[in-house]
């Protein structure tokens, strides 16, 4: 159901956001000369500049911000009525912005959409896929509905609900010297190239307070690459370029076929898998179903995996 709310305000909301008139032209699903159009013809009902361009950014005039904080709750009323009306009457529908970690992605969402879009099939996710940091930014500055984060964020702007552990695993090739520990202090890894993950990455963050917590400075390892690819950190791991970590749900087909061997730690190193939304006073209904359809899934299959 299309909106009542002007046009006009939703492209000035976007362009603030943003700070860029081709990036909320990107967000949008419009050429930058229409948004260009909708800020000109909304500054000329004003009669008065509502944005600052210079210097290849965008900045709120004084009454840029007054417009900003009166069309956020006009169209946040919109929205709300419009949603309140359409949970009376209509089939969950619309789409729902979902950002995730590569983990998360490779490994929890197949399941996950599968069985939401059974559910509710007139709702249509739309995927985006970063770092957990980059994720949890997105959520907090309302360019994504969604996340689902390897990590517990601190943002006070977030509402976090916590959905499941995953212990992660140093990962070696079959035969390496350090397959046949039982348990990996921060002194085994220390003596091999340690492959770590990008930067913002949850696993980067985790591994990187176990050695500190260990005495061992995560800047003195010998870091042989920084890899946001799970897929090429194996492949360089089989390769014999190093030793890694990971989420023991993302090897666990590598360990059960002999192709990669995973060493807990010792003390045990965990990630949490979380689902966050920001804590609007409105969140759209779509938004809403799918968060709980998310928290009540990866729950359930947690739950099968430690029975099992």
């Not at 229409?34 to 009454?63: C, M, S």
């Not at 996340?147 to 517990?152: A, D, Y």
């Not at 964020?153 to 609900?161: I, V």
């Not at 979380?274 to 969140?283: E, N």
Request: proline letters at 6%; a negative charge.
């Amino acid at each position: 159901m299309a909106s009542m709310a002007d046009r006009r305000l939703q492209v000035f909301l976007a362009v603030a956001k943003h700070r860029s008139f081709t990036r909320a032209a990107e967000a949008l699903y419009m050429t930058q000369p229409a948004v260009t159009f909708q800020i000109k013809q909304l500054e000329e009902h004003f009669n008065t500049r509502l944005l600052d361009r210079g210097y290849g950014k965008v900045a709120l005039t004084p009454a840029g911000i007054i417009v900003f904080e009166y069309a956020e709750r006009i169209l946040g009323m919109s929205a709300e009525m419009e949603d309140e009306i359409a949970g009376l009457t209509q089939e969950p529908n619309g789409l729902v912005s979902i950002g995730l970690s590569p983990t998360i992605a490779s490994y929890w969402l197949p399941s996950l959409l599968d069985a939401f879009k059974r559910q509710y099939p007139k709702v249509m996710p739309r995927v985006f896929q970063g770092n957990s940091e980059w994720v949890e930014r997105r959520v907090a500055e309302k360019e994504l509905d969604v996340g689902l984060l390897e990590s517990v964020p601190t943002n006070p702007l977030l509402e976090c609900r916590e959905l499941a552990r995953d212990e992660l695993l140093a990962i070696v090739p079959p035969g390496h010297p350090l397959s046949q520990h039982a348990r990996l202090c921060a002194e085994h890894i220390g003596d091999f190239p340690f492959i770590n993950r990008d930067p913002g990455a949850a696993i980067s963050e985790a591994a990187e307070a176990f050695f500190r917590a260990s005495g061992l400075a995560p800047e003195n390892l010998n870091i042989a690459a920084e890899l946001g690819s799970l897929t090429t950190i194996k492949h360089l791991v089989l390769q014999g370029h190093g030793v890694s970590i990971a989420a023991r749900i993302s090897i666990q087909r590598d360990i059960r076929e002999g192709t990669l061997i995973g060493v807990p730690f010792d003390p045990p190193i965990f990630e949490t898998i979380s689902v966050v939304l920001h804590k609007d006073k409105f969140v759209p209904r779509v938004v809403s179903i799918f968060a709980d359809f998310a928290t009540e899934h990866i729950r359930a299959i947690a739950e099968a995996q430690q029975h099992a």
